[in-house]
């Protein structure tokens, strides 16, 4: 335990529950990612003989705990190459931030980061994916936000996910391999913030976590071989305490905001082998606030101290 942490609990125990959290501080996680204009270059589905329909899912989950715990999610598939779109998931002061209505949903940023300027507390998370990447090219987004403002103590987290596979016999005309690739656009857009109040405030626990990932694989059916790229993997975490925050200025606020192509470089398809082509795409994000249990152990031993000395007044 740092001295800092002591000595403040020690002077604020008493006042834990009045003082620690004032007019729209908290903590806000949001987590957007958008890939647009997938292609199979060098391959069509005439290249191709489909050995199963494969799937294409989609999903979405949004929960917030603060005394009760609320959870709102959907699911949604498809074959291979069909469009899937599970509906926004929201729990929270949805209405107030319009998230409750037809217009929201695949509304991407529209109702991006606004919870802690307004002092609520939500949790939502969004996606959609459409498009033939075989024969043309497909595009999804995944979106997470999670937010809390002013309360005592809770915890928010969200997902929307894509997960698309399918498997095929690379046949090609002429009985002979080729080198084909794949390419992409995606858009990132990510936040974790802890407000400097609650940053510096050792009587209160925060976390704040988002999360992006896209991958794709393609393993040779035949040999075993796997190939993976990892196009996008990107943590932000906020981090608290006042002593950390002192000797690392701004250490709460963190953002990653991208605007990328993307080129596999070439890879073999061998002529007559079965493939399996695995595309995942998430986005999450997790919030929490939580009283330091230091300092309400302190508050505790504080409490039976006075009830002490008051026995041996009276005695």
Same mark, same amino acid.
């Given at each position: 335990?740092?001295?800092?942490?002591?000595?403040?609990?020690?002077?604020?125990? @008493?006042v834990?529950?009045?003082?620690?959290?004032?007019?729209?501080?908290?903590?806000?996680?949001? @987590?957007?990612?958008?890939?647009n204009?997938?292609?199979?270059?060098?391959?069509?589905?005439?290249?191709?003989?489909?050995l199963?329909?494969?799937?294409?899912?989609?999903?979405?989950s949004?929960?917030?705990?603060?005394g009760?715990?609320l959870?709102?999610?959907?699911?949604?598939?498809?074959?291979?190459?069909?469009?899937?779109?599970a509906l926004?998931?929201?729990?929270?002061?949805?209405?107030?931030?319009?998230?409750?209505?037809?217009?929201?949903?695949?509304?991407?940023?529209?109702?991006?980061?606004?919870?802690?300027?307004?002092?609520?507390?939500?949790?939502?998370?969004?996606?959609?994916?459409?498009?033939?990447?075989?024969?043309?090219?497909?595009?999804?987004f995944?979106?997470?936000?999670?937010?809390?403002?002013s309360?005592?103590?809770?915890?928010?987290?969200?997902?929307?996910?894509?997960?698309?596979?399918?498997?095929?016999?690379?046949?090609?005309?002429?009985g002979?391999?080729?080198?084909?690739n794949?390419t992409?656009?995606?858009?990132?857009?990510m936040?974790?913030?802890?407000?400097?109040?609650?940053?510096?405030?050792?009587?209160?626990?925060?976390?704040?976590?988002?999360?992006?990932?896209?991958?794709?694989?393609?393993?040779?059916?035949?040999?075993?071989?796997?190939?993976?790229?990892?196009?996008?993997?990107?943590?932000?975490?906020?981090?608290?305490?006042?002593?950390?925050?002192?000797?690392?200025?701004?250490?709460?606020?963190?953002?990653?905001?991208?605007?990328?192509?993307?080129?596999?470089?070439?890879?073999?398809?061998?002529?007559?082998?079965?493939?399996?082509?695995?595309?995942?795409?998430t986005?999450s994000t997790?919030?929490?606030l939580?009283?330091?249990?230091?300092?309400?152990?302190?508050?505790?031993?504080?409490?039976?101290?006075?009830?002490?000395?008051?026995?041996?007044?009276?005695?």
């Amino acid at each position: 335990m740092k001295l800092i942490n002591l000595t403040k609990s020690l002077i604020a125990a @008493s006042v834990l529950t009045v003082a620690s959290f004032g007019a729209n501080a908290g903590v806000i996680a949001s @987590s957007y990612l958008e890939v647009n204009n997938f292609a199979l270059n060098g391959v069509s589905s005439a290249d191709l003989l489909f050995l199963a329909s494969g799937s294409r899912e989609g999903n979405t989950s949004a929960q917030i705990n603060i005394g009760t715990n609320l959870t709102a999610g959907d699911a949604d598939s498809s074959s291979a190459l069909g469009d899937v779109d599970a509906l926004l998931a929201c729990v929270g002061n949805c209405t107030v931030l319009g998230l409750n209505t037809p217009a929201a949903e695949n509304a991407g940023t529209l109702h991006w980061s606004t919870g802690l300027a307004n002092d609520l507390n939500y949790s939502y998370s969004d996606q959609n994916v459409s498009g033939n990447a075989i024969d043309g090219t497909s595009s999804g987004f995944t979106l997470a936000e999670s937010s809390l403002s002013s309360v005592p103590q809770g915890n928010a987290s969200s997902n929307g996910n894509i997960f698309n596979e399918f498997e095929a016999i690379f046949k090609f005309n002429g009985g002979t391999n080729a080198n084909v690739n794949f390419t992409l656009d995606y858009v990132l857009d990510m936040a974790s913030v802890i407000t400097a109040d609650v940053a510096f405030d050792d009587l209160i626990t925060a976390t704040t976590t988002a999360f992006a990932n896209f991958t794709v694989s393609l393993t040779n059916i035949n040999t075993g071989l796997r190939q993976q790229w990892n196009i996008v993997d990107e943590t932000v975490s906020g981090r608290d305490g006042a002593m950390f925050n002192t000797l690392f200025p701004g250490s709460n606020s963190k953002a990653v905001n991208s605007n990328e192509n993307f080129n596999s470089g070439d890879f073999l398809l061998e002529a007559q082998n079965a493939y399996a082509l695995n595309i995942s795409q998430t986005t999450s994000t997790n919030v929490s606030l939580v009283p330091e249990p230091t300092s309400i152990a302190l508050f505790g031993l504080g409490l039976l101290g006075l009830a002490g000395a008051a026995r041996r007044r009276n005695s």
